[in-house]
């Protein structure tokens, strides 16, 4: 199955039988004082310096977050959307809980985008699933509903079958639909992690639709965060994860190499560019 997503003119497939996708984390001020503080000055030069440098280390789409407490986003979020659309052609993740904002940055967002995004619950899917189909987009579901987010993978899926089904009453077809297994830490859970690759498991077996994940979120407030991310990416992606909203500048060429051992880089093509073009200078002398 294939999510295809673009921005002015470039097109990006998210496909369950081809190499992983990358979404560019880093533009969303959770934990980033910097660009929190950048958005609220309405400073947008930090906001293309974090463009440019995921789309140089290989990030397919960037996520797009503006969420910061007190700032008007349904004026900031699509202001930022028509920067980062006049800079860079490629595909966005318009992510917002607010509607509002969702609404004044798809009418402006270029191409087809990706929302993120949707969840079980009533008031989501009423509010976003409209506006999804409205402007032509994609969207990610998230496995939670008005219950909160289950341990169980049964009950995850059954929230994915959910979020299909309402969509697809609305005439929005499975393909543009990224289900987001969700993904929690293991330093509060030690289950978490196997719960979310069950899910994905499930997921891919009963839907086949493409699925996501909030990579990071798995090592939070553990040493060594990369070392669990990178082993969390590899896993999941053998189970069927096709798409992942993370650290572009940090896992891509561990993700090239996953892709690689997994039969889907005809001679190792992808890899080895992607080692030519981003290998440190003095390892290229």
Do not use: W
């Not at 572009?248 to 892709?259: F, S």
């Amino acid at each position: 199955m294939q999510t295809i997503v673009r921005g002015k003119t470039k097109q990006v497939k998210i496909t369950t039988d081809g190499p992983m996708t990358l979404i560019g984390e880093k533009i969303n001020p959770t934990g980033r004082k910097k660009l929190a503080a950048a958005l609220q000055e309405g400073n947008l030069e930090y906001v293309h310096e974090l463009a440019k440098k995921q789309i140089e280390a290989g990030a397919d789409l960037l996520d797009v977050n503006v969420g910061v407490p007190g700032l008007d986003d349904v004026t900031m979020l699509p202001k930022v959307v028509e920067l980062l659309a006049a800079e860079y052609d490629i595909p966005l993740c318009i992510d917002t809980p607010n509607p509002k904002a969702l609404e004044a940055a798809l009418k402006v967002a270029p191409g087809k985008v990706l929302v993120n995004s949707v969840n079980g619950e009533e008031a989501s899917l009423n509010a976003v699933l409209p506006l999804v189909k409205e402007h032509g987009a994609a969207v990610i579901g998230l496995v939670m509903d008005d219950n909160g987010i289950s341990g169980d993978p049964e009950v995850r899926v059954k929230i994915a079958g959910k979020i299909l089904e309402r969509a697809a009453q609305l005439g929005i077809p499975a393909d543009d639909v990224v289900i987001d297994v969700l993904v929690l830490t293991v330093g509060a859970d030690s289950n978490a992690g196997l719960v979310t690759l069950q899910t994905i498991e499930r997921v891919h077996q009963e839907f086949g639709v493409n699925i996501n994940l909030g990579a990071s979120n798995v090592s939070f407030g553990l040493p060594d965060r990369d070392t669990i991310n990178m082993a969390f990416l590899s896993v999941a992606m053998t189970k069927g994860a096709t798409c992942a909203i993370t650290d572009a500048m940090k896992y891509t060429q561990g993700i090239r190499a996953v892709d690689l051992l997994l039969g889907r880089d005809a001679y190792a093509g992808r890899y080895i560019k992607y080692f030519r073009t981003h290998q440190p200078a003095e390892a290229k002398g």
